[in-house]
């Protein structure tokens, strides 16, 4: 059985008794007389035929699509920050052309050729860890870029960043008033702009106090990286306290050290978090975290967008501590 195909202009224009191109300015908003654009909207209903916005989009310079580079897209921070952009997006009649970056260190090129292929509007970069080859290709190619949650030396880019340093003294600061004498900092072997603005502002502010800080970095940024990282420092008894520069890997670090060394989780331990992800809040972790609110980035990222401005921008989200039941 032949698969269906779908309706074309042409047929539109058959059925309606007019040429082509009027049915092509009766969807584009152009102009054709009243009685014209009744018998192509009634021959269009007739066929059930849509306008083909991907072809649209790419005989002219400028289509309705986004493109949004990610990696580590199953983390619950970069699912939810694709959610509510995919959304903001669709409300402004664009498209989300979601490019998954996680292997493009083995080969950008098919990357890169569809940004441009597709004659995205512009590319937002996810929080996270793409390719910096990317954001290169992008500028090299008059690509409008919207960076998130990384900041590099341009002047042709917008950013928007958490304000990760302050965050982490807030952790800090919090592992403070615990009581803490010896502290651990957990981050992953990825090293994100993020990751890295975290463990420096929180091993700042702890050398400040006169606290000992011991750093530990390994594997992907995930529950089972901080499952491993508490395994590995909590043989040492007189850490009491922990700050995770995500909450995935708080997460981990907090079953590991309840189930595997047997700690007691806020008496002997204090943990913190970063992120506060929806997990954060369920009843077996109800993990003290930093929370940096998404909607406000994603209102952001969106108003980045919506400008007209080429020069560079920079908007910075505030973050505030979320008390829960982790932390002395």
């Known amino acids: 059985m032949m698969a269906q195909t779908f309706v074309t202009a042409e047929e539109v224009a058959k059925r309606a008794g007019v040429s082509r191109s009027a049915v092509s300015r009766t969807f584009n908003g152009g102009s054709v007389s009243k009685s014209v654009r009744r018998k192509v909207l009634k021959a269009a209903g007739e066929l059930g035929y849509r306008v083909n916005r991907l072809a649209q989009g790419l005989m002219s310079e400028r289509s309705n699509l986004i493109g949004v580079v990610g990696a580590n897209l199953s983390s619950p921070f970069i ?158 008894k007189t850490v009491d306290g922990a700050f995770c520069v995500t909450d995935l890997m708080a997460l981990g670090f907090l079953d590991a050290a309840r189930l595997e060394m047997g700690r007691r ?13 929806p997990q954060a809040s369920w009843k077996s972790y109800q993990l003290t975290t930093v929370a940096q609110p998404l909607e406000d980035l994603t209102d952001k990222v969106l108003t980045a967008l919506d400008s007209d401005e080429t020069e560079t921008r920079l908007q910075v989200v505030s973050v505030f501590m979320v008390e829960r039941t982790t932390a002395r």
């Open 79 to 236: 699912s939810r920050q694709l959610d509510l952009l995919s959304i903001g997006l669709l409300r402004r009649g664009l498209q989300c052309l979601l490019l998954n970056a996680a292997d493009a260190r083995k080969d950008i090129a098919p990357l890169i050729e569809l940004l441009f292929e597709f004659r995205a509007q512009a590319i937002i970069v996810l929080s996270g860890e793409p390719p910096t080859s990317i954001i290169d290709e992008c500028i090299a190619n008059g690509v409008r870029l919207i960076l998130i949650n990384q900041r590099i030396d341009r002047t042709d880019t917008s950013m928007v960043l958490s304000d990760d340093s302050h965050g982490a003294e807030l952790a800090a600061m919090r592992l403070v008033k615990a009581d803490c004498k010896k502290v651990v900092v957990v981050s992953s072997s990825s090293q994100t702009p993020s990751q890295v603005r975290r463990v420096n502002a929180f091993s700042q502010r702890m050398g400040i106090e006169g606290i000992e800080v011991v750093a530990w970095s390994g594997g992907p940024t995930s529950y089972d990286s901080g499952y491993k990282a508490a395994c590995e420092l909590l043989s040492d």
């Open 265 to 277: 989780v806020p008496d002997d331990l204090s943990v913190v978090g970063f992120d506060d992800i």
